[in-house]
């Protein structure tokens, strides 16, 4: 099975940028379609973005289209998620998920190996 780490978060002002990195360790992260979700408190995590294994095909909630970018470096067995133009709203833990099978879910429950979560916090 695969260890995930996440790295990157903080505090940021609105319309900033930050990376965000999920390092994987235990077994090779191109075994795996990757994603990035999200939660506050008291609330459901919430898919933010998905790569498939090779990095050639990503999907996005509609709230971060256009600002975020999922990307993987599989020779560095790392997942990034580029965050630009944040917004208070994005406000949240942040955590990467890793798929054995089938890209691109957007339903928690069907990811295997999760991370620990980073918290990002965008001050207005």
């Known amino acids: 099975q695969v260890q995930l780490v996440e790295s990157g978060g903080g505090l940021v002002q609105a319309g900033g940028s930050l990376r965000l990195s999920c390092a994987a360790s235990?077994?090779?992260?191109?075994?795996?379609?990757m994603g990035w979700f999200r939660q506050t408190p008291g609330k459901e995590r919430t898919f933010v973005a998905a790569?498939?294994?090779?990095?050639?095909?990503?999907r996005y909630t509609d709230s971060v289209k256009g600002r975020f970018t999922i990307s993987r470096d599989n020779a560095k067995n790392t997942l990034y998620l580029q965050m630009n133009s944040l917004k208070p709203e994005d406000t949240a833990v942040y955590y990467c998920?890793?798929?054995?099978?089938?890209?691109?879910?957007?339903?928690?429950?069907?990811?295997?190996?999760w991370g620990q979560g980073t918290q990002l916090t965008v001050s207005s």
């Open positions: 235990g077994r090779t992260l191109s075994t795996y379609h």
């Open positions: 790569i498939n294994w090779t990095g050639d095909n990503t």
């Open positions: 998920a890793a798929k054995l099978s089938g890209y691109g879910s957007r339903w928690y429950a069907e990811y295997d190996y």
